[in-house]
């Protein structure tokens, strides 16, 4: 696609719940960005791949979250026993992986946890 | 802790006018800072971009201001028009490495026509 794309746009779940949040960089891009965003605040960093390596995961706020992207192209943000603390914005960003590269944005999924 | 700190937080000004949005940061490390510019619904989409080599970037109405002793750094819109209106974030990261982005916490701006 032309675009970053990311699925499902909301999500709507239980306290508890496990989910999995799906990102499909453009095509050709090698390094991959996690972002939370809160309401009225700008994006938070939460982890970076550089083709299916893990790089830094130093914004992952515990051990609940975990991320992947075995093959080097999608990546999978996923969120154990969800609690209401991680109801956000969720957004991926990709870019092409060399410096001063743009970080392109989707459009986010939006998580509630009830 | 907030890295970058972005003023103000919202900001109305008439069509055709100045818009100006302020942002500083603390890391002296970071050597990249972008604007981006957010519609409702949609992911941040990337204005513009400096380095710290130059005090000041301009494309088309969009200027970016440098000031690297300060470390402050100003987006200004000229002539602004209503399809201006949008939520704007600054941002900061390093060139190398994982350029994981430092953002703002944004600007609601309103061009009234």
């Known amino acids: 696609g032309a675009g970053v794309s990311q699925s499902p746009r909301y999500k709507v779940t239980k306290r508890g719940q496990d989910v999995a949040l799906r990102c499909d960089p453009i095509s050709g891009h090698v390094s991959l960005y996690w972002y939370r965003q809160a309401l009225g605040q700008g994006p938070e960093f939460l982890t970076y791949?550089?083709?299916?390596?893990?790089?830094?995961k130093s914004g992952l706020p515990n051990d609940r979250f975990s991320a992947e992207r075995p093959e080097g192209s999608i990546s999978t943000l996923t969120i154990q026993r969800t609690e209401q603390r991680d109801s956000a914005m969720y957004r991926c960003a990709s870019s092409e992986g060399y410096s001063n590269q743009p970080q392109h944005f989707g459009d986010g999924t939006r998580l509630s946890i009830l | 802790q907030q890295q970058v700190k972005q003023s103000p937080q919202s900001l109305i000004v008439q069509k055709g006018g100045i818009s100006i949005i302020n942002c500083a940061y603390e890391?002296?490390?970071?050597?990249?800072f972008p604007w981006y510019q957010q519609f409702p619904g949609k992911g941040p989409a990337l204005l513009i971009a400096?380095?710290?080599?130059?005090s000041e970037k301009k494309e088309g109405r969009f200027t970016i201001s440098f000031n690297k002793s300060a470390k402050q750094f100003s987006l200004h819109i000229m002539d602004s028009q209503p399809g201006d209106s949008a939520t704007y974030f600054c941002?900061?990261?390093?060139?190398?490495?994982?350029?994981?982005?430092?953002f703002g916490q944004g600007t609601r701006l309103t061009i009234n026509p």
């Open positions: 941002a900061a990261s390093r060139v190398q490495g994982a350029q994981k982005l430092v």
């Open positions: 791949f550089n083709y299916e390596a893990q790089q830094d």
């Open positions: 890391n002296t490390a970071f050597d990249y």
């Open positions: 400096i380095r710290p080599d130059v």
